[in-house]
């Protein structure tokens, strides 16, 4: 039987292109062009494909799975998130749509815990000192930041991720709060608080996490009316997507003083920055960086295999189907 062509976005880690041309008539995208933001020209190589192996960032929006030829029987995303594939448009179209989860929960939650000591640490700022030789050394009053030991941490979505962030957490002495669609079985909680309204959730994170999906439901979710209601010099973290969070009013209250400091591993438009965060000493800055590690991104990729192998070698359900 002739191996199914399967579309590959982007470059993948090298075990992932090696099961991928091993088992499919795979088209790789070798120099790591990013030519997937481009709909039209996602199209045009999808062209006799069975499968498409992308990832977060890539354009398949509405009119570009209209677009698709009818030859293309899933998207395989090699990523958790969703929010840049249009899921009913892939629906209407019979194109059915998997996703990597559980894989990258440990390594994301350790981005946010590295965020969260960054901001609290001032370690970004820290850093830019001694590289600009600007450190005369050794000061009591110097770049003094906060701990993290009793201090309450907000899980803004308690799911996997937020459930890893929790435990590494209390490693740090730090009481959890969250803030779910609903309550978690006592064995997930493990004595984490659980809020059933915003305000309450917010006036009690002095550090806030935030792990929700992108999307129109969440859009600026942290605005400046809920960043109000955080405690006065409150921390605010973002692993997430940065559709989340309203980056003027985040900024503005970092100006303010009304929050201490942010840490920020995805944007809003990415990638982009806005500009108003460049100027600011206070806020830590990573390049989406959550699940990049190498026994993740081969995890990751394996997963979207399994996928594509369960659809397109198979027949069967992908054991990870988003819809
Ligand atoms: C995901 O999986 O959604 C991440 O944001 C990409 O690493």
């Given at each position: 039987?002739?191996?199914?062509?399967?579309?590959?976005?982007?470059?993948?880690?090298?075990?992932?292109?090696?099961?991928?041309?091993?088992?499919?008539?795979?088209?790789?995208?070798?120099?790591?062009?990013?030519?997937?933001?481009?709909?039209?020209?996602?199209?045009?190589?999808?062209?006799?494909?069975?499968?498409?192996?992308?990832?977060?960032?890539?354009?398949?929006?509405?009119?570009?799975?209209?677009?698709?030829?009818?030859?293309?029987?899933?998207?395989?995303?090699?990523?958790?998130?969703?929010?840049?594939?249009?899921?009913?448009?892939?629906?209407?179209?019979?194109?059915?749509?998997?996703?990597?989860?559980?894989?990258?929960?440990?390594?994301?939650?350790?981005?946010?815990?590295?965020?969260?000591?960054m901001a609290a640490r001032?370690?970004?700022?820290?850093?830019?000192?001694?590289?600009?030789?600007?450190?005369?050394?050794?000061?009591?009053?110097?770049?003094?930041?906060?701990?993290?030991?009793?201090?309450?941490?907000?899980?803004?979505?308690?799911?996997?991720?937020?459930?890893?962030?929790?435990?590494?957490?209390?490693?740090?002495?730090?009481?959890?709060?969250?803030?779910?669609?609903?309550?978690?079985?006592?064995?997930?909680?493990?004595?984490?608080?659980?809020?059933?309204?915003?305000?309450?959730?917010?006036?009690?994170?002095?550090?806030?996490?935030?792990?929700?999906?992108?999307?129109?439901?969440?859009?600026?979710?942290?605005?400046?009316?809920?960043?109000?209601?955080?405690?006065?010099?409150?921390?605010?973290?973002?692993?997430?997507?940065?559709?989340?969070?309203?980056?003027?009013?985040?900024?503005?209250?970092?100006?303010?003083?009304?929050?201490?400091?942010?840490?920020?591993?995805?944007?809003?438009?990415?990638?982009?920055?806005?500009?108003?965060?460049?100027?600011?000493?206070?806020?830590?800055?990573?390049?989406?960086?959550?699940?990049?590690?190498?026994?993740?991104?081969?995890?990751?990729?394996?997963?979207?295999?399994?996928?594509?192998?369960?659809?397109?070698?198979?027949?069967?359900?992908?054991?990870?189907?988003?819809?």
């Open positions: 039987m002739a191996k199914p062509a399967l579309l590959l976005t982007r470059k993948f880690p090298e075990a992932v292109e090696a099961r991928a041309t091993r088992d499919y008539a795979a088209r790789l995208n070798a120099d790591d062009a990013l030519w997937a933001g481009d709909g039209a020209e996602l199209v045009r190589r999808a062209d006799g494909a069975a499968g498409i192996l992308c990832a977060a960032g890539d354009r398949l929006d509405a009119a570009t799975i209209a677009a698709l030829p009818d030859s293309v029987k899933i998207i395989a995303t090699f990523s958790v998130g969703t929010d840049h594939i249009d899921l009913k448009a892939a629906a209407a179209r019979g194109i059915l749509v998997a996703n990597t989860p559980d894989v990258l929960s440990v390594a994301t939650a350790e981005i946010a815990m590295l965020l969260i000591l001032r370690a970004g700022e820290a850093e830019r000192m001694v590289r600009a030789k600007a450190w005369e050394g050794w000061a009591p009053t110097q770049l003094i930041g906060v701990t993290l030991e009793k201090k309450r941490l907000g899980i803004l979505g308690m799911g996997r991720i937020g459930r890893a962030l929790a435990e590494m957490a209390r490693g740090f002495g730090m009481e959890i709060h969250y803030r779910n669609r609903s309550r978690l079985e006592p064995a997930l909680e493990q004595g984490a608080a659980f809020h059933e309204d915003d305000d309450s959730f917010l006036a009690a994170s002095d550090f806030l996490s935030m792990h929700i999906p992108g999307g129109e439901a969440t859009r600026r979710w942290l605005n400046a009316a809920r960043i109000a209601l955080l405690p006065k010099g409150a921390i605010v973290v973002n692993t997430g997507r940065g559709t989340t969070v309203d980056d003027d009013a985040l900024i503005a209250a970092l100006k303010s003083g009304h929050l201490r400091a942010a840490g920020l591993d995805v944007y809003d438009g990415e990638p982009r920055v806005h500009e108003g965060y460049f100027g600011l000493e206070n806020v830590a800055l990573l390049p989406h960086l959550g699940s990049a590690t190498v026994e993740t991104r081969d995890a990751m990729g394996f997963r979207a295999l399994d996928n594509l192998d369960a659809v397109l070698r198979r027949g069967e359900a992908p054991p990870h189907r988003v819809s």
